[in-house]
């Protein structure tokens, strides 16, 4: 939940605003040093999470010998085997297994929850700067990276592709839709994607074995538990769930006017007391303990990054 404009609340209620960044405060840096460390974890994650399965197609450029031939007019002529051309008398031509190259897609939560923190700063910076460095590592060695945005409202489905691309126009394209930001909120209960309709996106259009990245809160997500077991029989799939300190601890700061950004419920109550801070911790905790037990039934690699800490660093922690 977020907290109510300022002219909203009655005499006598407090806010949370002045704890909350009034807007997004960015990522923050990301040192090279650190991406470059991040860029070989994943590569451990995924060699073994692929194991061999993620075999190249057809014939093109690389190291690997796929089989010799005769020479034909317009053949490179660097590719003329010379040993092999002696032995039979005719110029043959070395042919090559394609260089393996890892299709990344991030499946990026834009819902309004996103848009709250009270540490550093928002969920939202987070997962961008957690989208924009997993770009980044995607796109080399021939990466491509594709984005599947969901939780937003102006496009049918609730739900924004965009397909897979390499080198420089895949990062301007997760970029412009970074820069875009997180779904305003809603009073009137619009219906937005979910977590389930992208995963079922992902497992449609994801047909060779690669690496999925799942970036949300997973706050008020159902159903996505299928689409993404299904997802992990054919890929590497990592969840990085953002959280805020304040959605596990009511603070204690009397009465408030708290508004739920997704449905524009308002929800009033008096917080100085001890019991109702026990109340509201434990259905959190119970929910963060569901998610990690369903995570880790379904094989995934379970990140958990804060608002409050260095995210790049838990990231690596994380995948290490």
């Known amino acids: ?12 209620e407090r806010s949370l605003r002045q704890r909350v960044p009034d807007a997004s405060q960015g990522p923050g840096p990301m040192p090279a040093r650190l991406v470059d460390a991040l860029d070989v974890d994943l590569g451990r994650l995924v060699s073994h999470a692929l194991s061999g399965a993620r075999s190249a197609r057809g014939a093109g450029v690389g190291t690997e010998l796929a089989q010799l031939r005769a020479y034909a007019p317009g053949d490179d002529p660097r590719h003329v085997d010379a040993a092999a051309s002696a032995r039979t008398a005719t110029l043959q031509v070395r042919v090559h297994v394609p260089e393996r190259a890892l299709t990344s897609w991030l499946v990026l939560d834009l819902s309004p929850s996103m848009a709250f923190g009270t540490g550093l700063r928002l969920k939202s910076d987070v997962a961008h700067g957690a989208a924009l460095v ?5 796109l080399r060695r ?3 990276v594709g984005v599947v945005a969901f939780g937003v409202a102006d496009v049918p489905g609730g739900v ?13 394209a997760v970029r412009k839709l970074l820069d875009g930001g997180v779904a305003p909120d809603s009073d009137a209960g619009l219906a937005r994607g979910t977590l389930a309709d992208a995963a079922a996106h992902v497992l449609a259009l994801a047909r060779l074995p690669g690496l999925i990245v799942v970036i949300s809160d997973f706050r008020d997500q159902q159903g996505w538990e299928r689409a993404l077991g ?6 590497a799939v990592v969840a990085l769930e953002v959280s805020d300190p304040a959605e596990a601890v009511l603070p204690r700061l009397g ?10 419920l308002v929800v009033r ?10 109340r509201f911790a434990a259905p959190e905790s119970e929910r ?3 998610l990690s037990r369903e995570l880790r039934r379904l094989g995934i690699r379970h990140v958990c990054l804060s608002t409050a800490e260095d995210w790049l660093a838990a990231l690596g922690r994380g995948l290490r």
């Open 160 to 172: 924004r592709v965009l397909p897979p691309r390499g080198a420089k126009p895949g990062l301007v």
């Open 142 to 144: 021939a990466g491509s």
């Open 288 to 290: 963060r303990e569901a």
């Open 1 to 12: 939940m977020s907290v109510g404009g300022p002219g909203a609340l009655p005499a006598g």
């Open 134 to 138: 997993l770009a980044r590592v995607g």
């Open 269 to 278: 109550a008096d917080t100085a007391g001890r019991r109702l801070g026990e």
């Open 255 to 264: 009465r408030l006017a708290l508004v739920d950004p997704e449905s524009g």
């Open 230 to 235: 299904a997802l992990r029989l054919r890929h």
